[in-house]
């Protein structure tokens, strides 16, 4: 009896290069057997499926998980930042800078600043 094949893809990148494998697997076969048997591993032999996240279609899944037919595993990198990090720091530089209002963190608005001190000059 003839195994059932399903068609997949495997994809891994680096900033540098970037790599997509076709093949045909066993209906049945894991993610991580799909990633074996890619061979995607040679040509980045830095991928640690202990280290690396992975997902199908842009959504993180389990090397236990099984694929269908169509399916494109990705190998996803470690981030070297932390988001939120990030985006903290930037808004901390916007209120530094003026850009950003420093007790909300939202945009400045400049007719409320100036609506504002009209509004203290004519109150006395």
Request: hydrophobic fraction near 35%.
């Amino acid at each position: 009896m003839a195994e059932n094949l399903i068609s997949i893809e495997v994809v891994f990148a680096t900033p540098e290069k970037q790599k997509i494998v076709s093949l045909s697997i066993a209906q049945g076969a894991t993610v991580e057997e799909a990633i074996e048997q890619s061979g995607i591993k040679r040509f980045f032999p830095e991928i640690d499926l202990s280290q690396h996240a992975v997902g199908i279609w842009n959504k993180t899944c389990k090397l236990s998980d099984t694929p269908r037919s169509g399916d494109r595993i990705e190998i996803y990198r470690p981030l070297v930042a932390d988001p939120k990090e990030i985006r903290r720091r930037r808004a901390e530089q916007a209120k530094e800078d003026g850009r950003a209002d420093k007790v909300t963190g939202g945009r400045v608005d400049q007719k409320r600043g100036k609506h504002a001190e009209q509004q203290a000059e004519q109150d006395s």
